[in-house]
């Protein structure tokens, strides 16, 4: 734990400048209705675009769910004025990259390019907005590719299949019970006119913020937004769900399966956690790290190191605002491991509900919680990405001192508390899969 400690440090040596500074937003409205967050960075010779819509798949109708997964893909397909693909060649050519990702609490699409290109990807992403290519050959297209993409990976991904099964029943009751896809034979079937007219909806500039970090001058970006947003259609804002972190399921679930021709036995762990919006969040966050993450895990030491049990372990977090899932996978050929492994997790659990972690323990995992954020911070696409989230969750922009000096306030009791109230049975589903 020393030598972990002591590397952690070197790595939090050069952030340390950041982790003194607070975060410079400001934030202004066009006449439309877009708001715009800057947060600048002199220091950098790059920009982020970010355009982050307050909208994701749990605001879909349930009867066209998977509309907001399909424009994921249908971004990049073109509009009126650029052919598919051809906004990733020109921030490519200019050694950029482009991104985006639709999640069940927003979509965020960003494009990362040199300071002073950083016209080009406002006209991109405006050109997006206002006239993305919708035609029946191209949403045809993408709904059969995700489709078959899914299909394959249900069908040959046990682990998969598993982990999506359980995350389910963690979710059950909740926004987040369904799969970010939907239901694939609803969603080939759904009317493209619905795919079109829901766009409407989804790109309506009072759900969306234009946040842009990096170096700018801020008289040139100001002009540059202008002529490329202003023409937008006004946007007004909808009325959203109200954040209620509600998860209604509240039963210990355990279930086998047996599949032929398994090469390794596996057991996967649902756990229902806290939602962002949620105070406890950052408590089994600090959990979390602690029991999971590979660059300090818990459960790596004591069921490979002390207990040389010789299981894979990996663990998968939704982070999602309104509720949360922890997934556990640990896998092993030989069925005795996995059961002796499941029973020292078991016991595992219940000593961290009585007993609080030790203090080198503790400030290791804080330690690294802290590098993570400020690496966070420092990375330009990143930063956009949690001042739009902290934004949509709490319509406040002053999030940086308040998360270090929070998190640097975590106590083991606290630690103690959030494994009494999340690792507890009830709180669990649990599926064996074992080879016949």
Not at 342 to 351: L, R, T
Request: aromatic share 12%; hydrophobic share 40%.
């Amino acid at each position: 734990m020393i030598k972990t400690r002591f590397f952690l440090w070197l790595l939090l040596a050069p952030l340390i400048t950041l982790s003194a500074q607070t975060l410079a937003v400001s934030t202004f409205a066009l006449p439309n209705g877009l708001k715009v967050i800057l947060a600048p960075s002199s220091g950098m010779q790059a920009a982020a675009v970010c355009v982050y819509h307050m909208r994701g798949a749990r605001q879909e109708p349930p009867d066209a769910r998977g509309i907001a997964y399909l424009y994921q893909y249908l971004m990049f397909d073109g509009n009126q004025n650029l052919e598919p693909f051809d906004h990733v060649l020109f921030i490519n050519k200019m050694g950029g990259v482009v991104s985006g990702r639709v999640n069940y609490d927003n979509a965020v699409f960003y494009d990362l390019l040199p300071a002073q290109e950083i016209n080009v990807a406002l006209w991109l992403e405006s050109e997006r907005l206002k006239s993305l290519r919708l035609n029946d050959a191209n949403i045809d297209y993408q709904k059969n590719q995700i489709a078959s993409r899914i299909g394959r990976l249900l069908e040959s991904s046990p682990a998969y299949r598993a982990q999506t099964w359980v995350s389910s029943k963690v979710f059950e009751g909740s926004a987040y019970e369904v799969p970010l896809y939907g239901d694939l034979n609803r969603l080939r079937a759904l009317s493209n006119d619905r795919v079109r007219d829901y766009y409407q909806y989804f790109q309506n500039l009072g759900n969306v913020l234009l946040i842009i970090s990096g170096r700018f001058d801020i008289n040139e970006l100001r002009a540059g937004i202008n002529r490329f947003f202003q023409d937008i259609p006004p946007g007004r804002r909808t009325a959203a769900p109200a954040f209620s972190a509600q998860n209604p399921r509240r039963a210990h679930v355990v279930k086998n399966w047996l599949l032929p021709g398994l090469k390794k036995h596996f057991v996967v762990y649902g756990i229902k956690a806290p939602a962002r919006i949620g105070y406890n969040y950052m408590y089994f966050d600090f959990l979390r790290t602690y029991l999971t993450d590979p660059r300090l895990s818990r459960l790596e030491t004591i069921l490979n190191t002390v207990n040389k049990l010789d299981v894979e372990i990996e663990s998968f977090f939704s982070d999602y605002m309104e509720a949360n899932c922890l997934i556990i996978q640990v896998s092993s050929p030989r069925r005795f491991n996995l059961e002796k492994a499941k029973y020292i997790i078991d016991k595992e659990f219940q000593a961290l509900a009585s007993n609080p972690i030790g203090n080198n323990d503790m400030k290791a995992v804080r330690s690294l919680m802290e590098l993570d954020f400020l690496k966070g911070m420092a990375s330009l696409e990143d930063r956009c990405l949690r001042i739009g989230e902290f934004y949509h969750m709490f319509n406040d922009l002053n999030f940086f001192d308040d998360h270090l000096k929070r998190l640097r306030r975590i106590v083991p009791y606290d630690v103690m508390e959030s494994a009494k109230k999340y690792l507890a049975k009830p709180n669990q589903v649990i599926l064996n899969v074992y080879g016949e």
